[in-house]
């Protein structure tokens, strides 16, 4: 991969791009997705969010991105309160996400699919350039060269022809992650970059991740934990819509709230044999929780 060339982050200028979350609530009818979460992410560094299936991971990447309104809490991007914040304003204060899905529109080649996520950035806009509006053409030419430059990063630049059905799985991972730096964020949102890659394009990842975090501030939520525990400077860890524990990948490896939540552990039980945690708390669920903790996102 060509980590070195530009591509997310004209904004190296700005002095502080942490995120702050105080208190975010988040009710689905009767669920209670997230309860009462806080935690925050230093700039220019990566940011993990781990927990079972099911823990509310996508539920705050949704908020943090304004695809779901919380009922109680604040947000906070570089010292700028973001609540109550439409999606197309806060991709234009630089917040860009990836899907936990591919997320990619298989009726645009793999290069329009990244113009997409650069609209935000242009005048006339890629869908009044579809319409043929004036001033579209300077646009779309800036568009298209933005979005090979974001492929190149990734690595994929040679299929920007190509059609996205047509391409292995960790090469829609990549050209979704182009989609998401064409913006150039300020904060990248990773929902599940791994899922489905293979070891050598896992170690590969793991490199653009530290590389981008030079440019923009990095919040990645991912089951992978070897990745995990290699890229992040901080981990959360979220159980039932709550932070269970929060610290560097040493710290939570070490954590046993962790471990008996999420990682799978042996423990004694009342008649003093060794158990699998997961299959010694199975009245809480993490049985099958944990036994899903490696299962891939659905495409
Ligand atoms: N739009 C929605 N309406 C109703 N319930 C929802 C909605 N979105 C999520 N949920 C529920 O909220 C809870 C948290 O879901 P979420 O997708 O945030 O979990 P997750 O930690 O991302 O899980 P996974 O690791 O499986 O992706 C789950 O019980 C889920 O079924
Ligand atoms: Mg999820």
Redesign the pocket.
């Known amino acids: 991969m060509n980590s070195g060339s530009p591509g997310a982050g004209e904004h190296t200028g700005a002095v502080d791009d942490s995120l702050d979350v105080r208190g975010i609530t988040v009710h ?2 009767g ?1 209670v ?1 997230l309860d009462d979460v806080s935690l925050s992410a230093a700039a220019r560094q990566v940011t993990g969010i781990i ?10 990447l949704n908020v943090l991105c304004g695809f ?1 309104r919380p009922q109680a809490g604040t947000i906070a991007f570089g010292g700028r309160q973001l609540s109550r914040m439409r999606p197309h304003r806060l991709a234009r204060l630089g917040i860009a996400r990836t899907l ?1 899905g591919i997320g990619l529109f298989s009726g645009l080649t793999v290069v329009e699919n990244v113009m997409v996520g650069a609209t935000s950035r242009s005048r006339a806009g890629f869908w009044s350039g579809l319409l043929g509006l004036p001033r579209s053409d300077h646009d779309e030419r800036r568009l298209r060269d933005d979005a090979m430059r974001a492929l190149e990063l990734v690595g994929v630049g040679e299929h920007a022809e190509a059609m996205p059905d047509t391409l292995a799985h960790g090469l829609r991972k990549r050209v979704a992650l182009a989609r998401a730096l064409v913006a150039r964020p300020r904060l990248l949102l990773l929902d ?1 970059p791994a899922s489905g890659l293979s070891d050598s394009e896992l170690a590969d990842l793991g490199d653009l991740m530290t590389s981008l975090a030079e440019q923009c501030t990095v919040v990645v ?1 991912e ?1 992978r934990m070897d990745l995990m525990m290699s890229v992040c400077q901080q981990i959360f860890v ?1 159980d039932f ?1 709550k932070v269970i524990a929060a610290g560097t990948p040493e710290q939570i490896q070490a954590d046993p709230a962790v471990t008996a939540a999420y990682l799978g552990s042996d423990v004694v039980t009342s008649d003093g044999t060794e158990q699998d945690a997961a299959a010694a708390d199975g009245a809480s669920g993490n049985a099958a929780r944990a036994a899903g903790q490696h ?1 891939e ?1 659905s495409q």
Do not use: R
Not at 51 to 60: E, H, I, M, V
């Open positions: 689905f009818g669920l997705a927990g079972p299936n099911g823990a509310g991971k996508t539920t705050l779901v936990q599940e939520i089951h979220l819509g299962e996102a």
